[in-house]
């Protein structure tokens, strides 16, 4: 996917891309994504030739000048610096110019994308104590690493000011620069961390992700979520390329809604505490939402409370009560999308009905969503659309305005929907009835015999 649709992009976004291993290049990518007129500039030096990459470059040395520059605007990349300084660099227009260009961009809703690190053209970097300079307005702040360092010798060759990173992760100078070290200064208040304004949402590019070899891809990916507690996405990608091929997928925390709260008329007890392995289905359910890694799981009840929280009284989970949950699903739905934290950029709506869900299925949904980031995501078997279904952030606003007995499908006319292919027929069943709850048990003795 490209950079807008990865790092949810609008006009009204004020980026800064620090870091190192592909942050102008990400630059100039993430201005062609975007349409229309973009306003990049600098907050720290950037190279001359690369000034070539925009379409009309201003060079200013006051910031009266800005004014005159914004009656003769134009179209498409328009990239504003400050003047030559030394060997082909450019220096920034400074601060009073910057907050003037702000505000002019935001006058005519213009995204403003700037450079505000540099990194003397090495995949890793470490911000000295005047880096790196992020304007206070900025909205989201993008750290980009160039993962051809790992494996490599920590050196200056390999790390702009190497000797900050060997502190900052308590690698040894010479020796190979690993993942786990890599996450560690991404998470340090001092490494990736530094200097990012409060409000600002916060992503990781991980640059050259084909060019990194298989057993750093794999230890990378163990540990995303360490990384969920500091940023709001995590960008797996190959930007050299650019267009629809710059983001290979985007990870984020996904939530897991268990939708827990119906009376149970039609089937003549409670469905969430009926036992399928020696457990209540409810807890079994819980139990493959947190194996998947879905974070943070909330079970939304109603009709039946404290039985179901004492069948989950030990697991790590938000239990929701529904007050209104006699009006129809929709109820629940709301319950649980209101429930979510701010950084959560999708989530899974579980029923606690199905037992045949599997943990692979969950995952299987979560990895379409990350290389896709589709607004819906749904498993089919053949033609036949079930259960559960995924729903990006862009559908939470839509779906807290739902009403009624009916679930997310009330918002499937409004996004498109992504079908996951699916060969397990027995995730189409549905418990609602006795009936179907034997039918149940013998899929299950049946797969206990291999048959």
């Known amino acids: 996917m490209n950079l807008k649709h990865a790092l949810r992009v609008s006009h009204d976004s004020r980026v800064a891309l620090v870091g190192a291993g592909g942050k102008t290049t990400t630059l100039f990518a993430l201005a062609r994504a975007l349409e229309g007129s973009v306003i990049l500039t600098n907050s720290a030096h950037l190279g001359r030739q690369q000034a070539l990459l925009a379409d009309r470059?201003?060079?200013?040395?006051?910031?009266?000048?800005?004014?005159?520059?914004?009656?003769?605007?134009?179209?498409?990349?328009?990239?504003?610096?400050?003047?030559?300084?030394?060997?082909?660099?450019?220096?920034?227009?400074?601060?009073?110019?910057?907050?003037?260009?702000?505000?002019?961009?935001?006058?005519?809703?213009?995204?403003?994308?700037?450079?505000?690190?540099?990194?003397?053209?090495?995949?890793?970097?470490?911000p000295a104590?005047?880096?790196?300079?992020i304007p206070e307005w900025i909205n989201l702040v993008v750290?980009?690493?160039?993962?051809?360092?790992?494996?490599?010798?920590?050196?200056?060759?390999?790390?702009?000011?190497?000797?900050?990173?060997?502190?900052?992760?308590?690698?040894?100078?010479?020796s190979p620069v690993t993942p786990s070290a890599l996450i560690t200064y991404l998470l340090h208040p001092q490494g990736g961390l530094k200097d990012i304004p409060s409000e600002a949402r916060r992503a990781v590019l991980l640059n050259q992700w084909d060019e990194c070899v298989p057993e750093y891809r794999a230890e990378i990916l163990q540990h995303l979520?360490?990384?969920?507690?500091?940023?709001?996405?995590?960008?797996?990608?190959?930007?050299?390329?650019?267009?629809?091929?710059?983001v290979v997928a985007v990870h984020q925390p996904v939530a897991g809604i268990v939708l827990a709260a119906g009376e149970s008329r039609r089937f003549g007890q409670p469905k969430q505490l009926l036992e399928w392995n020696g457990r209540p289905l409810i807890r079994v359910v819980v139990e493959r939402a947190l194996q998947a890694d879905l974070s943070p799981v909330i079970v939304v009840v109603g009709?039946?409370?404290?039985?179901?929280?004492?069948?989950?009284?030990?697991?790590?989970?938000?239990?929701?009560?529904?007050?209104?949950?006699?009006?129809?699903?929709?109820?629940?739905?709301?319950?649980?999308?209101?429930?979510?934290?701010?950084?959560?950029?999708a989530a899974l709506f579980l029923l606690s009905d199905q037992?045949?869900?599997?943990?692979?299925?969950?995952?299987?949904?979560?990895?379409?969503?990350?290389?896709t980031l589709a607004p819906i995501v749904a498993p089919f078997v053949g033609e036949r659309r079930a259960n559960p279904v995924l729903f990006d952030r862009i559908t939470f606003p839509a779906l807290r305005q739902i009403r009624g007995d009916v679930g997310g499908r009330a918002v499937f006319d409004q996004y498109s929907v992504l079908a996951l292919p699916w060969s397990d027929e027995r995730i189409l069943l549905d418990i609602d009835q006795p009936a179907d709850w034997e039918q149940a048990r013998k899929m299950k003795r049946r797969a206990c015999r291999g048959e």
Not at 80 to 99: F, M, N
Not at 160 to 170: H, I, M, P, Q
Not at 225 to 232: E, I, Q, V
């Open 143 to 174: 750290v980009v690493c160039g993962l051809s360092g790992l494996g490599q010798p920590l050196d200056e060759a390999t790390v702009f000011r190497s000797d900050l990173f060997a502190k900052l992760t308590g690698l040894e100078p010479g």
């Open 225 to 246: 979520k360490r990384l969920y507690s500091a940023y709001d996405a995590v960008l797996l990608g190959n930007v050299i390329r650019g267009g629809e091929q710059a």
């Open 303 to 345: 009709a039946t409370v404290e039985p179901i929280q004492a069948a989950l009284a030990d697991m790590p989970v938000e239990i929701i009560v529904n007050p209104r949950w006699q009006e129809g699903v929709a109820t629940s739905v709301v319950c649980g999308i209101k429930a979510l934290p701010e950084q959560v950029g």
């Open 57 to 126: 470059h201003f060079v200013i040395r006051t910031e009266s000048e800005v004014d005159k520059i914004f009656t003769e605007l134009g179209g498409g990349v328009i990239l504003i610096t400050g003047v030559e300084y030394e060997s082909g660099r450019l220096i920034s227009p400074g601060d009073e110019a910057l907050r003037r260009i702000y505000e002019y961009a935001d006058r005519l809703h213009l995204p403003v994308l700037v450079e505000a690190d540099g990194s003397r053209m090495r995949p890793l970097k470490a």
């Open 129 to 133: 104590n005047h880096e790196p300079p």
């Open 355 to 371: 037992p045949f869900v599997s943990v692979d299925l969950i995952r299987a949904l979560v990895e379409k969503h990350a290389r």
